[in-house]
């Protein structure tokens, strides 16, 4: 059973960064893909990014493309999410989540997802 932990979110200015991270515990990090989702008020829960295993692959949802950077680190058990030029409708709470397929191309399904955190928020001001 893994466990994940988000940080790093908090309130910044249209046009700013943040980083968040996403911390695994309680097992091995691989070989999982893992993945970043957020959820906005009312609405759907979205993909935003996500990485395979061995950190070759990645996979962005159109509206973060260029923006947002996935990472990740193995020997920290930590995947990051690293986003710039952030807009109003960037604001939701950012989720990680793993997949027990970690190769080949990450999904942007969160069907696919085996083992979620509990989100940290993002908000972003005009």
């Known amino acids: 059973q893994v466990q994940l932990e988000e940080s790093g979110g908090g309130l910044v200015q249209a046009g700013g960064s943040l980083r968040l991270s996403c911390t695994a515990s309680?097992?091995?990090?691989?070989?999982?893909?893992m993945g970043w989702f957020r959820q906005a008020p009312g609405k759907e829960r979205e993909f935003v990014a996500a990485i395979s295993w061995s950190g070759d692959n990645t996979n962005y949802a159109n509206s973060v493309k260029g923006r947002f950077t996935i990472s990740r680190v193995n020997a920290k058990n930590t995947v990051y999410l690293q986003m710039s030029s952030l807009k109003p409708e960037d604001t939701a709470v950012y989720y990680c989540?793993?997949?027990?397929?970690?190769?080949?191309?990450?999904?942007?399904?969160?069907?696919?997802?085996?083992?979620w955190g509990q989100g940290t928020q993002v908000t972003v001001s005009s």
């Open positions: 309680g097992g091995s990090f691989r070989p999982y893909a």
């Open positions: 989540a793993a997949d027990r397929r970690g190769w080949g191309t990450p999904s942007s399904s969160d069907h696919d997802y085996d083992y």
